[in-house]
């Protein structure tokens, strides 16, 4: 179940966080991955913890330049490019009356442009391998909890993941109208630790008028029905699940993962 035997993966934002677990899963699963991130050391060293498997690239998602780079990169060394996350995602962390129109545009050229340009520019590749595969090639894109429902922390974060929510069903949408055999489907984590899910505890903190972090951890845990954060692993295994040819027949279709936070 959810083998990645001979699969190719490029996975965004992989230096650290739920990307580079990601990244040791696929791995573990049998694929090879191709890790892309601006944190070049970090990136570098998550690669040598997976060996010959893994391979680093430097890939800035909102540079199309990096993109053609990247895909080239994996192609080149591991033959073939089978897989996509567009995992890499910045969160702001601000109301709407604090947020400058500088920061909006840059949370929209990681969250929003990034996620376009990895679809538009890995989709040769992508095409390409789904002709060589019984069940052909995935997306998984990274929305949130914050792409489904309104998000009390962060509003501009919301509406990027929002829109990569409705991108990815329809960009499932338009290859299977064209038969390109990709599949297309986003992963919605809850409040996860990690760096971002630090940040995402210091708004709330903030936001309570303290800075002690610890308080906003337990007031988002008492309000967890499953009781805990989630980890990078939670996220990971639903992404390899998503990536592998056990969730042959979805597409379009988003993965909760979140303690049970959007249930209630
Ligand atoms: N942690 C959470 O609570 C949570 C919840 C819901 C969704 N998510 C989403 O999951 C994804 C991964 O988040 P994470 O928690 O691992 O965050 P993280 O901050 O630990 O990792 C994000 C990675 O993206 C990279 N990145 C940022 N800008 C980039 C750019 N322009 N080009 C390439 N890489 C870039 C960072 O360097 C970092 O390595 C994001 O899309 C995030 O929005 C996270």
């Known amino acids: 179940m959810n083998r ?15 990307g580079a677990e990601t990244a040791r899963l696929m791995v ?9 991130d601006v944190l070049d050391e970090r990136g570098r060293e998550t690669v040598r913890t997976l060996g010959d498997a893994a391979l680093y690239v430097r890939l800035d998602v909102t540079n199309e330049e990096d993109w053609h780079m990247a895909a ?27 947020a400058s129109l500088a920061e909006w545009e840059r949370l929209c050229a990681v969250n929003l442009t990034g996620v376009f340009l990895g679809t538009k520019l890995c989709l040769p590749a992508l095409r390409e391998a789904a002709q060589q595969s019984a ?10 909890t914050a792409g489904l429902v309104g998000s009390t922390q ?3 974060y919301s509406m990027t993941k929002g829109g990569v929510t409705l991108f ?48 906003a951890r337990r007031q988002v845990i008492e309000r967890l029905p499953i009781g ?11 992404i390899v699940f998503l990536a592998s040819d056990d969730a042959a027949f979805m597409t379009g279709a988003g993965l909760v993962a979140d303690g049970g936070i959007t249930a209630q």
Do not use: C, W
């Open 28 to 36: 573990e699963a049998g694929a090879k991955v191709a890790i892309g």
């Open 72 to 98: 080239a990169a994996a192609v080149d060394r591991f033959g073939k490019l089978d897989i996509l996350v567009n995992n890499a995602g910045l969160f702001l962390g601000k109301d709407i009356e604090a």
């Open 168 to 215: 990815t069903k329809s960009a499932a949408l338009e290859f299977a109208r064209k038969g390109y055999r990709i599949r297309v489907n986003s992963m919605h984590p809850g409040t996860i630790d990690t760096d971002m899910g630090d940040q995402v505890l210091a708004t709330r903190a903030r936001n309570l008028g303290t800075n002690d972090i610890e308080a």
């Open 228 to 238: 805990r954060m989630g980890t990078p692993n939670d996220i990971a295994k639903g």
């Open 135 to 144: 069940h052909g090639s995935a997306i998984v894109n990274l929305a949130s």
């Open 4 to 18: 990645l035997d001979g699969k190719v993966a490029l996975i965004s934002g992989a230096a650290r966080g739920i």
């Open 154 to 156: 962060d509003p501009l």
